[in-house]
């Protein structure tokens, strides 16, 4: 298992959030996740074969920018 700590911008509301979840949770191997949009965090545990940059490219398809820190 692998953990994902992810700074989002641009979600605003709960709907969001949602947004966020269930596009992450369509890629295979994603077991959890948990967004804030208060705080832009996104949390995701996933199997080991899930790799950062397909998180960041699916929350990016969706419309929301992954802030590189």
């Known amino acids: 298992m692998k953990e994902f ?3 989002v911008n641009g979600m ?6 949602n947004r966020v979840k269930n596009a992450l949770s369509t890629i295979d191997g994603v ?6 949009y208060k705080t832009g965090d996104v949390e995701v545990v996933t199997q080991d074969n ?6 960041e490219e699916k929350i ?5 920018e ?4």
């Open 5 to 7: 700590k992810i700074k």
């Open 12 to 17: 605003v509301c709960t709907g969001c959030e």
């Open 31 to 36: 077991k959890e996740v948990i967004a804030d």
């Open 50 to 55: 899930v790799e950062l940059n397909m998180l």
């Open 60 to 64: 990016d398809d969706i419309g929301f």
């Open 66 to 69: 992954v802030v590189k820190e």
